[in-house]
């Protein structure tokens, strides 16, 4: 089994930063593009950004030059660095992982998602 542990989120004043951790833990032998996605309420879930096992990253247009995706592949971890937060970006935050793992010697792909953070940005 696979675990996704998401870490950092937060009450922080507009124009703030927060950093925020995930870390994958279990059978992993090894993960394609880690993500990470945000809901606020009353909303649908929405994808903020996206890094290959490579590197290559992807933002959603509203959180360009403000946020930067990065991950450590030897520690199984992705983080998210948020910076001139603002009220609209209030929502809970979760990872997402495609993770090919093992079973019984097996390989298997699957993708996870973490259980949220909280990031709230006070105006």
């Known amino acids: 089994q696979v675990q996704l542990v998401e870490s950092g989120g937060g009450l922080v004043q507009a124009g703030g930063s927060l950093r925020l951790s995930c870390a994958a833990s279990?059978?992993?032998?090894?993960?394609?593009?880690m993500a990470w996605y945000r809901q606020a309420p009353g909303k649908e879930r929405e994808l903020v950004a996206t890094?290959?096992?490579?590197?290559?990253?992807n933002y959603a247009d509203s959180m360009k030059g403000r946020f930067t995706i990065s991950r450590d592949n030897a520690k199984n971890t992705v983080y998210l660095q948020m910076n001139s937060l603002k009220p609209e970006d209030t929502a809970v935050y979760y990872c997402?992982?495609?993770?090919?793992?093992?079973?019984?010697?097996?390989?298997?792909?699957?993708?996870?998602w973490g259980q949220g953070t909280q990031v709230t940005v006070s105006s």
């Open positions: 279990g059978s992993i032998l090894s993960i394609n593009t």
């Open positions: 997402n992982a495609n993770v090919r793992y093992a079973t019984n010697s097996i390989p298997k792909v699957r993708t996870y």
């Open positions: 890094i290959t096992s490579g590197g290559s990253t």
